[in-house]
């Protein structure tokens, strides 16, 4: 491999989740093609018995009042709201933080906010 991919590749390792997201968005648009798209015919070759989800909303049920603080900073990071905002989304749990996600993306939000002391499901 080149020193340069090498390089990307150190670069990209170093993103969190979400700007991992929005770099293959940015990357969709700016190439006009999809990562969906290349992934479903190797799934489909498979043939799965039965239909797999794959999008999926992340929920945030509750939180650990002792981890209030750094469960609203994660609801602020996931979300890009304010401070207000997030505090309020935490407050009036269950509330929906991302939809649509895909299952890694959920699963590592999940994480996430479970690693902050909140409480979520995968719907």
Not at 14 to 35: I, R
Request: aromatic fraction near 2%; charge should be negative; glycine fraction near 8%.
């Amino acid at each position: 491999m080149s020193e340069k991919v090498t390089a990307m590749i150190e670069e990209i390792k170093g993103l969190t989740v979400l700007e991992l997201s929005e770099l293959v968005h940015a990357l969709e648009e700016e190439f006009g093609v999809s990562a969906a798209a290349m992934a479903a015919p190797a799934a489909g070759a498979a043939a799965p018995a039965a239909e797999e989800k794959t999008s999926f909303d992340v929920v945030l049920t509750g939180f650990d009042a002792a981890s209030k603080i750094k469960v609203i900073k994660v609801v602020r990071e996931i979300t890009g709201q304010g401070l207000a905002e997030a505090k309020a989304t935490v407050e009036g749990a269950p509330s929906t933080l991302k939809e649509g996600a895909s299952k890694d993306d959920a699963e590592a939000l999940k994480k996430q906010v479970e690693e902050a002391g909140g409480k979520v499901e995968l719907k």
